[in-house]
Structures are given as C-alpha cells and as structure tokens.
C-alpha cells in the first residue's frame, strides 16, 4: 500500500513536448493527484509548465477543501538540478482543482527527458468552509471561489497594480468586482438605466484602485449598446402598435359617421358593407 504520508515524488518525463504528460496518481492528504507538465517555445527560451491536480475532482465533496504547500525541482538526465520553484500554497476543493506555474529553460536544453520532482512540504484540511480563506491575497468565502478562480485565469495581471494592504477593504473591493461581472453578464433587456449607470461609477472606482479592467470595459459599452438596440425596437413596436391602434379607431368612427349619414338620408344599409 502505498504512504500517504510520502511528501516527495518523483516521475520520469521521456518526451518533454507541448502534448501534456501526466504522472501516475499517487496519495497524500487522503486525496489521490497526480502531476501534468508540458512544455512551450516563446521568446526564445522553453517554458516547462507543471501542475499539481487533483485526480478525480468530481469525487470531492463540496466544501471540503485542502490547503497544500508544495514546490518542484527540474533534474537533467544526469541528475543535475536545473532549477527549483518558490514555495507555492494553494487551496484545492471540487471548484478549483489545480495549481501550477512555470519557468524557463534554455534552449539549447536536450529536452528528451527530464526527471520532475514534487515536494509537498504540508497539507492542512480547511475544515470550517463558512469562514473567509486566503486566495490569492484575497480574502473570500468558498461560495467565491470558483468566480474569483475564473478572473485569475482568464484575466491574468488584473490585480497586478492593486496596491492597497488593508484586508477589509482589499476584500470590499472583490465583491464589488464580483458584483460588477455578475451584473454585465445578466442579459442586457433585464438591465435597468440606474443599474448600468451604478455598473459604470463601480468600474471607474475599482479601475482608479489599480485593478487593470479593459476588458470589463469593453463588456460594459458592449452591454450598453445591445441594451439601447433593444429599447430602440421596442420603442418602435409600441409606435407601430400605437398608429395601428390610431388607424382602426379612426377607421370605426369613419364607418359609424358614414351609417350615421346614409340613415339620415334614408339609404337602406348594405350586408357586411365596411370601409378599407
């Protein structure tokens, strides 16, 4: 049986190449990982990236949540140490299931094989899931972070000028953010003129506090614009109904004007006789 309380494991990479190569799983924490790693050309050097995963993330409870420290080291086929990562601590649950980095390795580095080594330095089960957690040095709920994981994936560098050191207003401003996407992302006709206006002073405030946020506002003038497409359509059904209602008023009052006149002068009214 394997130990669970092994903290260093080491895997062989045969074939380091932009195709991911995954590890065997292997046990720690009471949770089964395993370890993806790839390789990418840019700026002319090589970039190995290597993430720590959760094997079956499906199978975790919700709420349940491991704190993991940990760290990698990069061996050559002689067994000489290339480079070694900082310490990385992450939170792990069935919302955000990995974490990784990346460093850069010349090129002229026979890339082959390499041997990859995964150091797990400590494990800490979060056992209250109500109260705030640490995420990437921001304090959040666990409702949270599966948006707040999104942001930093899909928009990397946002926060990078956010300077402000205060927890309380460090986590305000998250929540506004938050509040903020949710927001943009309801469907533009379901918006209302203060709720957009109250959208465009949050992203002005949350863009002066250093959060870097073009594309938020290119979501918001976008949201904006299909919003007005739409009460312009909706303005012109209400005047076209309006008209047509206009025109078969006064089409009814023709028509009684007209029998009025023919009874007066003594016509015997026609069957179904009406007015186009």
């Known amino acids: 049986m394997e130990d669970q309380n092994q903290t260093s494991f080491t895997f062989m990479i045969d074939n380091l190449s932009d195709k991911i190569t995954e ?33 079956n993330p499906e199978s975790l409870r919700p709420g349940l949540i491991r704190r993991v420290s940990f760290f ?3 061996l050559n086929q ?18 955000v299931s990995g974490w990784g980095c990346y460093e850069p390795l010349s090129l002229e580095f026979e890339t082959n094989k390499i041997t990859l080594k995964l150091e797990v330095v400590k494990v800490v089960e979060v056992v209250d899931w109500n109260e705030m957690i640490e995420f990437n040095g921001f304090q959040i709920h666990y409702s949270q972070v599966e948006s707040v994981n999104s ?9 990078i000028n956010f300077r402000l050191k205060n927890e309380l207003l460090k986590t305000t401003y998250m929540n506004v953010l ?4 949710d927001t943009l992302n309801k469907p533009p006709h379901s918006l209302t003129e ?7 002073s949050d992203l002005v405030e949350l863009t002066e506090a250093g959060f870097k946020l073009n594309w938020l506002k290119t979501m918001l003038d ?3 614009l299909d919003r007005n497409k739409e009460n312009i359509a909706d303005h012109g059904s209400q005047v076209e109904q309006h008209i ?18 023919k009874g007066r002068l003594g016509f015997a009214p026609l069957r179904n006789e009406k007015i186009d």
């Not at 203060?194 to 465009?200: D, F, H, P, Y």
């Open 222 to 224: 976008e949201v904006s």
């Open 244 to 261: 047509k209602e206009k025109v078969e008023a006064a089409r009814d009052w023709l028509e009684g004007a007209i029998h009025s006149w």
């Open 78 to 95: 002689s067994g000489k140490e290339l480079y070694r990562t900082n310490e990385i601590c992450k939170l792990f649950c069935d919302k």
């Open 72 to 74: 990698f080291v990069i």
């Open 178 to 181: 938050l509040a903020l996407v």
């Open 23 to 55: 590890s065997p799983k292997f046990l720690n924490g009471g949770w089964e990982w395993v370890v993806d790693v790839y390789s990418k050309e840019e700026d002319h050097k090589l970039y190995v990236y290597h993430f720590l995963m959760v094997a």
């Open 151 to 159: 942001l930093f994936l899909n928009h990397r560098g946002f926060e």
């Open 194 to 200: 203060t709720e957009l206006s109250n959208a465009r």
